[in-house]
Nanobody, 114 residues
């Protein structure tokens, strides 16, 4: 079992930055994939970024060049640095990790005002 605790969401003006954190506890040595997804009001959950066990990174097209995913293995924490935020980045951001099953965090709200 893996437990996830997200933090770092909030309200920011367009052009600003936020850093999200996702701290994992429990069976963290089995994690082979970590990612972030988001869901806008009335929308579907969409892929934002991911980092594999081998540290390969992938990004959704809408965030490439603005967001950076990173991982601190000593802290069992995955980060999402979000720069040049736009109003369309508004939504609930969810952390997702995989062992042999997928785990989801509770979500953290990000609101970008114009």
């Amino acid at each position: 079992q893996v437990q996830l605790a997200e933090s770092g969401g909030g309200l920011v003006q367009a052009g600003g930055s936020l850093r999200l954190s996702c701290a994992a506890s429990g069976s963290t040595t089995s994690i082979n994939f970590s990612g972030w997804y988001r869901q806008a009001p009335g929308g579907q959950r969409e892929f934002v970024a991911s980092i594999t066990g081998g540290a390969s990174k992938y990004y959704g097209d809408s965030v490439k060049g603005r967001f950076t995913i990173s991982r601190d293995n000593a802290k069992n924490t995955v980060y999402l640095q979000m720069n040049s935020l736009k109003p369309e980045d508004t939504g609930v951001y969810y952390c997702n990790v995989h062992t042999d099953v997928a785990y989801w965090g509770q979500g953290t709200q990000v609101t970008v005002s114009s």
